[in-house]
């Protein structure tokens, strides 16, 4: 089989991870009898420099007519000073709305091997976590009405949070679905005590539950959620939530992980998927050849996984992995004092190894 991808490197030290990760598709083919097909284009900083716009056309047009995209990171101190207009940031969410992606899926897993990594005592995580944050992408406060106007009280600032029933179901479905395929337990984390959106949120989510009767639904407000990710993640399956709850949820379930450059995401819609680590372009280490590979290739992974239904491969590619943390192979932001430090290029060599070996 033949399968083609847009590549979307990036900033930073998206080149870098990204060449990690091709190098570890080009191998899975190798090994399973497929082809992946590559087509480079430019977004973020990159693509500015280029072309004076951080999403040019020639990129929309080439992912929407790929079976996936693969993304390094954008961004980068050198672009700061850019008008909103015009920051590398902007491709990001000019791509999940060209096209239609309203459902970002975030894993947030403990491996064993990095359980003295996370900043939680061993006796609360035990031999580790999974949970996964279904989070939905374009809607709520990030997407509302938004503006600034003039007051008595001086110039007032508003952002609205705003969700439609067709909003919420569409993302509810998806969180049952994956939790169908895990542990059938869902949480929906919402704020219905104080906000009308919440409460609608709260409904329809309850409305959808009646088409997974299997699935054990609880409700949960985000305060509350927030303090029991901290306490007993173990707790959680699938964490269902809006766009704002759910940004900052999953990044605080990351720094339980042991890194951020651990952690892969996927983002789901109507047209082609995307798939990205949660991590930045992180500029202070780019060209260092220090990056970790790992959430960028489980990134592939994922993609792998529930865009090309190649289950076989993504399991070769995360059992490689475990298998790699497991031995004490280790990048800098994983390490321990005293341990060995691999680079990036060795990190991917190791896990390249461990596929061959099967």
């Known amino acids: 089989m033949e399968y083609n991808i847009a590549v979307v490197k990036g900033d930073g030290i998206g080149p870098e991870v990204v060449d990690s990760t091709i190098e570890i598709l080009d191998l899975i083919g190798e090994k399973f009898g497929h082809k992946f097909s590559y087509t480079e284009v430019l977004a973020g900083g990159c693509a500015y420099d280029v072309y004076g716009e951080p999403l040019p056309k020639s990129t929309i047009d080439v992912c929407r007519n790929s079976q996936a995209v693969l993304l390094g990171a954008v961004g980068g101190n050198k672009w700061d000073d850019l008008p909103g207009d015009k920051r590398p940031e902007r491709a990001i969410l000019g791509l999940r709305k060209e096209l239609g992606l309203f459902a970002n899926l975030r894993p947030g897993m403990l491996f064993k091997a990095l359980e003295e990594s996370c900043p939680l005592k061993a006796e609360i995580v035990g031999d580790g976590f999974d949970i996964l944050v279904v989070r939905e992408l374009t ?63 709260r409904k329809t989510v309850i409305e959808v539950s009646k088409d997974y009767p299997e699935v054990e639904l609880n409700h949960m407000y985000v305060d509350n959620a927030s303090m029991q990710v901290i306490r007993n993640p173990k707790q959680f399956d699938v964490l269902l939530t809006t766009n704002l709850f759910g940004d900052i949820l999953s990044d605080e379930i990351s720094m339980l992980t042991g890194s951020i450059g651990m952690l892969p995401s996927a983002s789901l819609g109507t047209g082609t998927g995307l798939f990205e680590p949660i991590h930045g372009s992180a500029p202070d280490i780019a060209g260092k050849g220090i990056a970790n590979p790992i959430a960028t290739i489980l990134s592939a992974a994922m993609m792998l996984r529930f865009v090309f239904d190649l289950k076989a491969e993504a399991d070769c590619i995360e059992s490689a992995i475990d298998k790699v943390l497991n031995e004490g192979h280790r990048t800098g932001d994983i390490a321990k004092k005293g341990e060995k430090v691999l680079s990036t290029v060795e990190m991917t060599e190791v896990i390249k190894d461990v596929i061959k070996r099967g």
């Open 139 to 201: 809607g709520g406060i990030y997407f509302g009405e938004r503006g600034i106007k003039d007051t008595e009280n001086g110039k007032t600032a508003y952002d609205i949070e705003s969700y439609s029933e067709m909003e919420v179901r569409r993302i509810a479905h998806i969180g049952f679905e994956m939790a169908m395929k895990r542990n059938k337990k869902l949480t929906s984390v919402d704020k219905s005590n104080v906000l009308e959106s919440s409460r609608l949120w």
